[in-house]
């Protein structure tokens, strides 16, 4: 507190030099390039040329083309039908592992139920073919039950990538909404319990919306990483059905069309800024 | 007798869940570790191991061998540079009251909201623009920018204000900055640095579509399995998968191990 004038003047420039380089890194690999996908939208692939001329064409390309604007209804659909799935088996599986196993085997728990989390992404895709396709583990089974009578496969369709994706989010969701339940005061429910209400209405009015900020954090990160992913629906769902990655891919791999494939990563961007702002409310709360 | 068996009856429906739940988790990681010791060409029932065959197919590969080494040496260095970046900037904000300080928070974190699949395809066309050649450089350019929001926000949120006061102590006993933050911030914040180091070594370790995208002829790990995955089921799949997740595995219980038995002591 006894600096001079001079003296904080270069404490405030040197704090800046200490957080130049992250600053700048950030601009110059992650904005500068956004910005110049964002611009690459406008442009046009005519041929085998790049046009630099501003205009929305592929987008509206992406609206007329029913292959393309379905990739992202197909997207849209299998994330929701992720995101309710897995928190629906993620909740439980959190309350019993906060309040029905001893404290000190909690952890032991919950690193278990996490641990394949530590898979690789791409290994871990793999693994559910293992179970899933032609003569893998589940058609082995039901083979053995004499259930089938010849080999069947799960894989390349939406089930085995919605089996896939599940897989990992359970993991995710149960850790976000576990988190939140150790969280909570037991004295809570007791209150609850004092006022005349049973287990499970305990439950639905005290509980369940105390927990709510846990699985909104956790369902919006579940939402956001299962619409941009590539892998699980490449190896998992064949390519009948193709959600917007893939299409992206697509545009890049086959076509060398950087400004569709641009214009189709902007709108993924939207769409996950979209559910950021409706989700905003609860992210906040968890915050403070 | 009744009012005993009660409650375990009640409970019986709770642990089915839970067993079923953990057999849906560990189904396919078991089936991946079990089958990597398979003794046939398939990885698939009947089993008829263990052999170690495929491991040994693993480490005598020289492409697999070469994207090993290629990954490491992303981790390690990505890492490394996110976490001295992240680090210096997390202490200006923290122990200077800087114009904008929210502002130049949510700046250096916002690549965490955005998709991998994005920030992969921005850089490739950044590069392509550029003339920058598709290399390991350019991967650890990518993994660096994943990494460094996660270092900034796990080294942001451990500076507390019982550590400025003891970096202010040594600046009253008369240590130039660089000695403070060599010193003393350094070595006091060394939990959350390694945190942060190693939790990027493990992102980056498996990242898969940066690396994808923004190499050509220098692979890593996850690029390599990748192009196996078109021989269809291979034991051998399963072999460098099975390492994979052992290393990652051993990563963590690593971090786990030295950072939190710390602090609970």
Redesign the interface.
């Known amino acids: 507190m006894t600096d001079r004038p001079p003296r904080y003047l270069s404490?405030?420039v040197?704090?800046?030099?200490?957080?130049l380089?992250?600053?700048l890194?950030?601009i110059a690999?992650?904005?500068?390039?956004?910005a110049?996908?964002g611009l690459?939208s406008l442009w046009q692939r005519v041929g085998t040329r790049l046009v630099s001329e501003i205009s929305l064409q592929n987008y509206e390309k992406f609206f007329a083309k029913s292959f393309l604007f379905q990739s992202l209804v197909n997207s849209i659909e299998v994330t929701v039908m992720v995101t309710v799935i897995s928190v629906l088996?993620a909740y439980?599986?959190a309350y019993?592992l906060a309040e029905?196993v001893p404290r000190r085997w909690q952890r032991l728990a919950l690193i278990?139920?996490i641990?394949?989390f530590?898979?690789?992404?791409?290994?871990?895709s793999?693994?559910?073919?293992?179970?899933l396709?032609e003569?893998?583990?589940l058609s082995?089974f039901l083979l053995d039950m004499g259930i089938t009578e010849d080999p069947v496969s799960f894989a390349n369709n939406r089930g085995a990538t919605v089996v896939g994706f599940v897989?990992f989010f359970?993991?995710l969701l149960t850790l976000t909404i576990y988190a939140n339940l150790v969280q909570l005061s037991p004295s809570y429910r007791k209150a609850a319990a004092d006022l005349g209400a049973g287990p499970l209405r305990a439950f639905l009015h005290v509980t369940l919306p105390l927990t709510l900020p846990g699985i909104m954090v956790g369902a919006f990160l579940t939402f956001?990483?299962c619409?941009?992913?590539?892998?699980t629906p490449q190896?998992l769902g064949g390519s009948r059905e193709l959600l917007l990655?893939q299409t992206?891919m697509m545009q890049?791999a086959r076509r060398s069309d950087?400004p569709m494939?641009?214009a189709l990563?902007m709108i993924?961007?939207a769409v996950?800024s979209l559910v950021?702002l409706a989700c905003a409310r609860w992210l906040k709360i968890d915050r403070v | 007798m009744i009012h005993r068996a009660l409650p375990a009856l009640r409970?019986a429906p709770?642990w089915i869940?839970?067993i079923l739940?953990?057999g849906?988790?560990?189904?396919?990681?078991g089936?991946?570790v079990l089958?990597s010791f398979q003794g046939s060409r398939?990885?698939?029932?009947p089993f008829n191991g263990p052999s170690l065959q495929w491991y040994e197919a693993v480490f005598t590969d020289e492409r697999m061998m070469d994207a090993l080494t290629n990954s490491v040496i992303v981790a390690l260095a990505s890492s490394l540079v996110s976490v001295v970046?992240?680090f210096?900037?997390a202490?200006?904000?923290a122990?200077?009251r800087?114009p904008f300080a929210r502002v130049?928070q949510g700046?250096?974190t916002?690549?965490l909201?955005?998709?991998?699949?994005?920030?992969a395809?921005?850089?490739?066309?950044?590069f392509?623009?550029l003339g920058v050649p598709k290399s390991l450089l350019t991967v650890g350019?990518?993994h660096?920018?994943i990494n460094?929001?996660l270092c900034?926000a796990i080294v942001y949120s451990q500076m507390g204000a019982h550590q400025a006061n003891i970096e202010r102590a040594a600046r009253d006993l008369g240590a130039r900055?660089w000695q403070v933050l060599a010193l003393v911030t350094v070595p006091m914040m060394w939990p959350a640095l390694f945190a942060g180091f190693f939790l990027s070594v493990?992102f980056s370790?498996?990242e898969?579509?940066i690396a994808f995208?923004v190499s050509r002829f220098e692979v890593t790990?996850?690029v390599e399995?990748?192009s196996m995955?078109r021989t269809g089921?291979n034991p051998k799949?399963?072999a460098v998968?099975s390492f994979?997740?052992l290393i990652?595995?051993a990563t963590?219980l690593l971090l786990d191990f030295v950072v939190f038995r710390r602090k609970k002591t």
């Open positions: 404490a405030r040197r704090a800046w030099g200490l957080l380089p992250a600053f890194w950030t690999f992650f904005f500068a390039p956004l110049i996908m690459y088996l439980p599986l019993i029905r278990l139920a641990l394949p530590w898979t690789s992404y791409v290994v871990r793999y693994s559910w073919l293992l179970v396709s003569g893998g583990i082995n897989h359970v993991m956001v990483l619409i941009g992913d590539y892998i190896i990655p992206i890049i950087f494939a641009s990563a993924l961007m996950v950021y | 409970a709770v869940y839970v739940i953990y849906f988790i560990f189904l396919p990681v089936v991946l089958f398939v990885p698939v029932p970046l992240g210096l900037a202490y200006a904000l122990r200077h800087l130049l700046f250096l916002a690549p909201t955005v998709s991998y699949l994005i920030i395809m921005g850089l490739l066309i950044t392509n623009q350019i990518g660096v920018v460094l929001p900034f900055e493990t370790w498996d898969f579509i995208m790990l996850p399995i990748w995955l089921l799949t399963n998968g994979v997740f990652s595995v963590v």
